[in-house]
């Protein structure tokens, strides 16, 4: 780990991780609130039915963002569980086919036999199971994931991009909600993509650009209808 640090370039790969988590969350903040804002708002409501939508539209998305994160990092870590478990018994049951395995392993990696060999015995000797996680399942740290962590960080980043549109709800003017909530969600959009990129050290005009186009066509999409109703109904 030391070694590594001395390593001049920097690697972001670690990083992107939560920091993915975070953005996305914001970014479906602002999307869908700012849309749904904008969809009502078009459909010439008063600036308290607009305010009622968007509160409503938080809550639903930011309730929604986190059972969909509890379930999909629950059912993960239940996986890498099970996985480890059979590895487990497998290795009480039959350690030399399983040394054989993990020698096959690094053998197919294109180190020689006897090495292979060598490596395998010396891992396992130290923590079987952790070599075996790693280079047989892909498992690098083992039972890492939270799900009540992972489900109250995506609430609270959506939510905090679906505050902004509706903060804008209580400054401005019935009449002037669908160009500016519109215009001021795109910067946001464009300014969360140009941060999440930089931070990530991908490029930060494309994901800029990513980001506004979807938001913009979320946008376009609730207000059209949003007008289509308004003057149909
Ligand atoms: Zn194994």
Not at 58 to 76: D, H, K, N, T
Not at 128 to 156: N, Y
Request: glycine share 10%.
């Amino acid at each position: 780990m030391s070694r590594l640090r001395l390593h001049p370039e920097n690697h972001f790969v670690s990083r992107i991780g939560w920091l993915r988590a975070a953005v996305l969350g914001a970014n479906d903040g602002i999307i869908s609130t700012a849309s749904l804002i904008v969809g009502v708002a078009a459909a010439t409501a008063t600036q308290n039915e607009v305010l009622i939508a968007g509160v409503a539209g938080l809550v639903a998305g930011a309730m929604s963002m986190a059972a969909g994160e509890y379930v999909s990092v629950s059912s993960q870590s239940d996986t890498e569980k099970a996985d480890l478990a059979r590895e487990r018994a497998e290795l009480s049951e039959n350690p030399a086919f399983e040394t054989n395995e993990l020698t096959e392993i690094y053998v197919q990696r294109g180190v020689d036999q006897a090495l292979a060999r060598q490596v395998a015995e010396q891992l396992m000797a130290k923590d079987a199971l952790t070599a075996h996680a790693r280079d047989e399942l892909g498992i690098s740290e083992i039972s890492t994931a939270r799900p009540v962590q992972a489900a109250m960080a995506s609430a609270a980043t959506f939510s905090v991009g679906a505050a902004m549109p509706l903060l804008m709800v209580l400054v401005l003017p019935a009449g002037a909600l669908v160009p500016i909530v519109s215009a001021a969600s795109l910067g946001f959009l464009a300014l969360l993509g140009a941060i999440g990129a930089k931070a990530g050290g991908a490029n930060v005009l494309r994901a800029t650009a990513r980001v506004t186009f979807w938001g913009a066509l979320a946008m376009a999409l609730t207000a059209g209808i949003g007008k289509l109703f308004g003057t149909v109904v």
